[in-house]
């Protein structure tokens, strides 16, 4: 059985730090004449990562990255710049040459920042031109097996019992995570309280551990620990329910309709790249991406493949940037 997307990059996290350029096969390069300039790229693309090695943006990344080595037959070399939940590397991207030789892999950070910081050094809509969505992947509300709850409706009547006193694990004020539980406080009229940790991983030691009851655990990472009986899965944050976990009902069929929270994941060039440039990378995504084995990866992890339009991602940032602005104002949440 493929082992998943978190196993598999944390062995490669040495090369990663020593900055190896990825492998790619020359004879998929002919398959890139169809979808744009027969000269691009001309050479290997500067490809940014702005979180660190191991977490679900680099992860889902680099198996990207390397598909599109493959596809054009020029190296496509990730790039990790972290720091300030994703804004130290969208900012080098952002001033990048609009060239099509440097690009930018991110996920919902994008587009939470503008209103977590009071000033951020870019602008996501001005300074960016959409790609390509590669795929979402929601959360998983989990809790620790001790926590006497089995489902959404008695996680909320507990916590309506115990205001304040119900913790919920997350990788830092302003994560997918973090935002994930103030959605949920916002629509059940709960008030759990968000306990920051540095990372998915220190966030997951704590709630098996006991310390966090409860957390809105990125699907990429809950699998295994779902399967061993260490956490239960009490609901999934997508619209609809996962293939790899098809007997976790949603949040909006537990009881609280219209809810949804997701990790996306996607490419972005510096705005200004030429049209022939975005629209051969955009082809080149959506081919991978409705690949069967891309596919069946995906779904094994907990992600959704999308690989749409251009148009379509544009849309998507733009009702994104709106919404989590509502979520992030009533819910105080700052970062700085």
């Given at each position: 059985?493929r082992?998943?997307?978190?196993?598999?990059?944390?062995?490669?996290?040495?090369?990663?730090?020593?900055?190896?350029?990825l492998?790619?096969?020359?004879?998929?390069?002919?398959?890139?004449?169809?979808?744009?300039?027969?000269?691009?790229?001309?050479?290997?693309?500067?490809?940014?990562?702005?979180?660190?090695?191991?977490?679900g943006?680099?992860?889902a990344?680099?198996?990207?990255?390397?598909?599109?080595?493959?596809?054009?037959?020029?190296?496509?070399?990730?790039?990790?710049?972290?720091?300030?939940?994703?804004?130290?590397?969208?900012?080098?991207?952002?001033?990048?040459?609009?060239?099509?030789?440097?690009?930018?892999?991110?996920?919902?950070?994008?587009?939470?920042?503008?209103?977590?910081?009071?000033?951020?050094?870019?602008?996501?809509?001005?300074?960016?031109?959409?790609?390509?969505?590669?795929?979402?992947?929601p959360?998983?509300?989990?809790?620790?097996?001790?926590?006497?709850?089995?489902?959404?409706?008695?996680?909320?009547?507990?916590?309506?019992a115990?205001?304040?006193?119900?913790?919920?694990?997350?990788?830092?004020?302003?994560?997918?995570?973090?935002?994930?539980?103030?959605?949920?406080?916002?629509?059940?009229?709960?008030?759990?309280?968000?306990i920051?940790y540095?990372?998915?991983?220190?966030?997951?030691?704590?709630?098996?551990?006991?310390?966090?009851?409860?957390?809105?655990?990125?699907?990429?990472?809950?699998?295994?620990?779902i399967?061993?009986?260490?956490?239960?899965?009490?609901?999934?944050?997508?619209?609809?329910?996962?293939?790899?976990?098809?007997?976790?009902?949603?949040?909006?069929?537990?009881?609280?309709?219209?809810?949804?929270?997701?990790?996306?994941?996607?490419?972005?060039?510096?705005?200004?790249?030429?049209?022939?440039?975005?629209?051969?990378?955009?082809?080149?995504?959506?081919?991978?991406?409705h690949?069967?084995?891309?596919?069946?990866?995906?779904?094994?992890?907990?992600?959704?493949?999308?690989?749409?339009?251009?148009?379509?991602?544009a849309?998507?940032?733009?009702?994104?940037?709106?919404?989590?602005?509502?979520v992030i104002?009533?819910?105080?949440?700052?970062?700085?």
């Open positions: 059985m082992q998943s997307l978190v196993r598999v990059a944390l062995r490669r996290t040495t090369l990663a730090l020593t900055a190896c350029v492998l790619v096969s020359p004879g998929l390069h002919a398959a890139q004449a169809a979808d744009g300039p027969a000269s691009y790229p001309r050479g290997p693309v500067r490809y940014v990562v702005p979180f660190p090695v191991g977490g943006v680099d992860v990344g680099r198996i990207l990255a390397q598909r599109l080595a493959e596809h054009f037959g020029k190296p496509f070399v990730v790039e990790n710049r972290g720091g300030a939940n994703g804004n130290i590397g969208t900012e080098v991207v952002a001033h990048a040459a609009p060239d099509g030789m440097t690009l930018l892999f991110t996920g919902a950070g994008f587009v939470t920042n503008p209103s977590l910081y009071s000033k951020i050094p870019y602008d996501p809509i001005r300074d960016f031109a959409p790609v390509a969505m590669m795929a979402f992947g959360n998983v509300l989990v809790v620790n097996a001790s926590l006497p709850v089995k489902s959404v409706q008695e996680l909320i009547a507990l916590a309506r115990r205001p304040d006193q119900i913790g919920f694990a997350g990788s830092g004020n302003g994560s997918t995570p973090h935002l994930a539980g103030e959605l949920m406080n916002q629509i059940a009229g709960i008030r759990m309280v968000h920051p540095r990372g998915t991983g220190p966030a997951l030691v704590a709630i098996l551990g006991g310390e966090a009851p409860v957390m809105f655990l990125p699907a990429i990472n809950a699998g295994p620990n399967a061993s009986g260490r956490l239960r899965a009490l609901a999934v944050t997508s619209r609809e329910r996962l293939q790899s976990l098809p007997q976790v009902p949603t949040v909006a069929e537990s009881g609280l309709p219209g809810y949804e929270s997701a990790q996306w994941y996607g490419v972005l060039a510096p705005a200004g790249t030429d049209a022939a440039i975005l629209n051969a990378l955009n082809a080149a995504i959506a081919r991978i991406m690949t069967s084995d891309m596919q069946a990866r995906m779904h094994e992890d907990g992600l959704v493949p999308i690989g749409g339009s251009r148009e379509q991602f849309a998507l940032i733009t009702s994104e940037i709106t919404k989590w602005a509502k104002k009533l819910s105080g949440a700052r970062v700085d």
